[in-house]
């Protein structure tokens, strides 16, 4: 905790390696400050690592700084979770920010699943994910977020957010999501922005580029209601791989989740090669 009453100072560095043939342990954990992790579990076998990211505190403010580093090494497999959504409340006139950064060798896979950042009202919030990529590296993630609370008119009315999630491969940058959204925004109701939408959401994976037909059938499956609508989208690289986008906005963000979760299962076996098998957190 720094010097000023009820702001948290929180670090948190997590190092994945391959033991032996077939196991992947969390090889070095440290933290400072309310962010840190339980034992790992392996509900998938010895292969795959499960760790869950606990914040004891169950919310950011106004002043908080969290960052989480993350390094997958050579032939390990990593699947990091939270028990909860993230929740961000008043900032009263300080920036409030959390910094996921995500290093994933050759050959080693991570599956970044937190669930939802919930803003309050006012919100002065910035939530960056960086995720750094060798070539012959799979990873398939998300970032979900809802505006207010769904019991208030208008869900959100007072705050700002900025989001930004970037993806390198081989230390270049290969897709970009950056940008700030103020409650008051007229990018909220704009049929080129959120079109009124309190819930929205971002699934990207990189891994084996699967077929094109492929890509078709999952996008004649997505929705386009007044509830809910997706798209995706297939950016080829190089090496017969590709990085995969699915963009998602909801009324309720309880479907914008269950429609990643759906595309997640369709698209871990295609970039990772590996059956999806669904964590236990999200039932419980």
């Not at 705050?159 to 230390?171: A, E, P």
């Not at 994976?205 to 037909?213: K, L, N, R, V």
């Not at 595309?263 to 999200?282: D, E, G, I, K, S």
Request: hydrophobic residues 40%.
């Amino acid at each position: 905790m720094n010097g000023m009453a009820n702001e948290w100072q929180a670090r948190l560095a997590l190092s994945f390696a391959s033991q032996g043939q077939y196991k992947t342990v969390l090889a070095d954990r440290w933290h400072e400050g309310p962010l840190l992790v339980q034992k790992a579990l392996y509900p998938e076998g010895p292969g795959i690592c499960h760790v869950a990211i606990l914040h004891p505190p169950s919310g950011i403010a106004g002043g908080d700084v969290l960052t989480i580093d993350v390094h997958v090494g050579q032939q390990a497999h990593a699947v990091l979770a939270t028990p909860g959504a993230t929740r961000w409340y008043k900032s009263n006139g300080r920036n409030a920010s959390q910094t996921t950064t995500i290093h994933v060798v050759r050959d080693a896979r991570i599956d970044w699943l937190p669930q939802e950042n919930i803003y309050f009202e006012g919100t002065d919030a910035h939530s960056a994910t960086h995720v750094q990529l060798q070539t012959g590296a799979s990873a398939i993630g998300w970032e979900m977020a809802q505006l207010g609370s769904i019991d208030s008119d208008g869900h959100w009315n007072n705050g700002r957010i900025g989001l930004n999630t970037q993806v390198y491969l081989d230390g270049s940058l290969v897709w970009i999501d950056a940008g700030e959204l103020g409650a008051s925004d007229r990018l909220r109701h704009a049929a080129n922005g959120l079109d009124g939408f309190s819930a929205m959401g971002t699934l990207w994976g990189f891994g084996t580029a699967p077929d094109q037909d492929i890509i078709e059938q999952l996008a004649d499956t997505l929705p386009w209601t007044d509830c809910l609508r997706a798209g995706i989208t297939c950016l080829p690289q190089k090496h017969e791989q590709a990085l995969i986008l699915v963009r998602a906005v909801g009324t309720h963000m309880e479907d914008v989740r269950n429609l990643l979760v759906a595309q997640w299962t369709a698209l871990r076996p295609l970039l990772m090669n590996t059956p999806a098998v669904p964590l236990r957190l999200w039932t419980t």
